[in-house]
């Protein structure tokens, strides 16, 4: 059952499908709007760790177990195929998720044999 009222964020209404990082702290909901930011601490009936784990929450959405906060490009996928239906689309923040970059050209260096103390050393 999607939101009823586009204008606010009633997400404390719903079950919610949430995330925490590796160290244990759960991942809040941010929404922003012309200028105004919301920021809420679901609860719901399922968490999972951020990672391979996110795939968990997917599942559980798709099957209507709740609603789910996750980056859009992870959703994408299946928002296109039908599968999810976006929610409160004019809050949503326009970040398309972390990603590692370097500039083009750049050799990353060797990591030190400090780094490689108690690891495969994998140099030919």
């Known amino acids: 059952m999607p939101c009823s009222n586009e ?5 404390l209404l719903y079950a919610c499908l949430r995330l925490r990082f590796a160290g244990g702290a759960l991942v809040a909901w941010e929404f922003e709007r012309d200028g105004e930011t919301v920021e809420v601490e679901p609860t719901g009936p399922l968490v999972a760790t951020l990672g391979n784990a996110a795939d ?3 599942a559980a959405a798709i099957a209507g177990k709740g609603i789910l906060y996750l ?9 296109e195929s039908g599968e999810l239906e ?11 998720g ?3 970059t370097t500039r083009a050209a750049v ?4 990591p030190s044999p400090e780094m490689n103390a108690g690891r495969l050393d994998t140099r030919t």
């Open 7 to 11: 204008n606010e964020p009633e997400v």
């Open 107 to 110: 050799t990353c260096p060797r």
């Open 71 to 79: 980056f859009e490009d992870w959703l994408q996928p299946h928002l």
């Open 98 to 100: 972390p990603f590692s």
């Open 56 to 58: 968990v929450l997917v």
């Open 86 to 96: 976006p929610l409160l689309e004019r809050w949503w923040l326009r970040f398309s």
